[in-house]
């Protein structure tokens, strides 16, 4: 399994950004579709970004399209989300995930077999 570390959680105002970075090692980082989760409290885990192998491809919950953005570095081993027009419903512990199996990115928790322990996001109002 590839190991995961995400970085770049805080605290921001409703409107700002933040960019999330999950550092990946262990294993061929290009091997791995990579996505992003989120659980806010008292709700289930849900997904926020996906992005193939080679980058190409790119899926989004319809909660955050138009305002967050997958990449990923494969020479450096590292997924982004960068995340604009933060919204107070955007609060929760973000965490990157990494998939074997497919070469896209998939929405299914599931479909995932290494996850990093996440990082928080705190949008004020």
Not at 31 to 49: C, D, I, L, S, T
Request: contains cysteine; charged residues 20%.
């Amino acid at each position: 399994q590839v190991q995961l570390v995400e970085s770049g959680g805080g605290l921001v105002q409703a409107g700002g950004s933040l960019r999330l970075s999950c550092a990946a090692s262990g294993r061929t980082f290009s091997n791995y579709a990579m996505g992003w989760f989120r659980q806010a409290p008292g709700k289930e885990r849900e997904f926020v970004a996906g992005i193939s192998r080679t980058g190409h491809t790119t899926s989004y919950a319809d909660s955050v399209k138009g305002r967050f953005t997958i990449s990923r570095d494969n020479a450096k081993n590292t997924v982004y989300l960068q995340m604009n027009s933060l919204k107070p419903e955007d609060t929760a512990v973000y965490y990157c995930a990494a998939d074997r199996a497919h070469a896209l990115a998939s929405g299914r928790q599931s479909s995932y077999d290494s996850w990093g322990q996440g990082t928080q996001v705190t949008v004020s109002s």
